[in-house]
């Protein structure tokens, strides 16, 4: 079975504060990809990051970076130096390369508030 | 490039009317989704296109609801009663499996209050 966990239902930080995001997945696919969304207060959902199954190297892109580990089957996601833009809803999701195309498994999401 | 866009982006209706969604997937995508957000049960999916055919419709919650795609451009999702439980944003998503392997784009959403 496939399932996403995302245990911190809201976060909030002050400002400057790092902050990091939790995610843990099952499933029983060898071959998998791993995403983080965006939700903002405008509700679109924004495409941050896809990792795959074989690549743990883990990734920095400006003030985000995501730690990717099979052997606890997480994949992390850290703000550092948060800002108040960074206020939104953030999902990790879980699709299995059987499933072609990307048939997503969300977690439940975590609310992350950055008070100035 | 443009995105995934849909329509209407809010609609409010009265119980028992029909509601009709409109999606335009990004051009050269060819998996199309339709996701469904509620506080009480989060993201779901309700049924997947490919090269416009459905290939999985279990996530549709009842005989109410439908979906086609007659062309690799649109998509709709259509209920036909609305009921208030079906208050929620509808996400439209499409992907580009060769270039982009299980990548999916979603659309700004199309948020729907049945009364």
């Known amino acids: 079975a496939q399932k996403v966990t995302q245990a911190q239902t809201e976060i909030s930080v002050v400002e400057k504060e790092d902050v990091t995001l939790d995610c843990v997945y099952e499933?029983?696919?060898?071959?998998?990809?791993l995403f983080w969304y965006k939700q903002p207060p405008s509700g679109e959902l924004v495409f941050l990051i896809r990792r795959n199954s074989f690549d743990e190297q883990n990734e920095i892109s400006g003030r985000y970076s995501w730690n990717f580990q099979k052997s606890t089957s997480s994949f992390n996601f850290t703000i550092t130096a948060s800002q108040v833009v960074d206020s939104a809803v953030y999902f990790c999701?879980?699709?299995?390369?059987?499933?072609?195309?990307?048939?997503?498994?969300f977690g439940q999401g975590t609310e992350l508030s950055v008070k100035p | 490039d443009a995105g995934v866009i849909q329509s209407p982006r809010h609609e409010v209706t009265e119980m028992g009317q029909e509601v009709t969604l409109r999606c335009k997937p990004i051009?050269?995508?060819?998996?199309l989704f339709w996701y469904r957000q509620t506080m009480m049960r989060g993201l779901e999916l309700l049924i997947y296109?490919?090269?416009?055919?459905?290939?999985?419709d279990s996530g549709m919650p009842e005989d109410r609801f439908s979906a086609k795609m007659p062309n690799a451009s649109f998509s709709t999702l259509k209920i036909q009663p609305s009921e208030p439980r079906d208050s929620a944003v509808y996400f439209c998503?499409?992907?580009?499996?060769?270039?982009?392997?299980?990548?999916?784009?979603f659309g700004e959403g199309s948020w729907l209050t049945v009364v």
């Open positions: 999701a879980l699709s299995e390369a059987q499933n072609q195309g990307g048939k997503l498994i």
């Open positions: 998503a499409s992907s580009q499996d060769r270039v982009e392997r299980n990548t999916i784009y």
């Open positions: 051009s050269g995508h060819d998996y």
């Open positions: 499933t029983r696919d060898t071959t998998y990809y």
């Open positions: 296109f490919n090269n416009n055919v459905p290939i999985d």
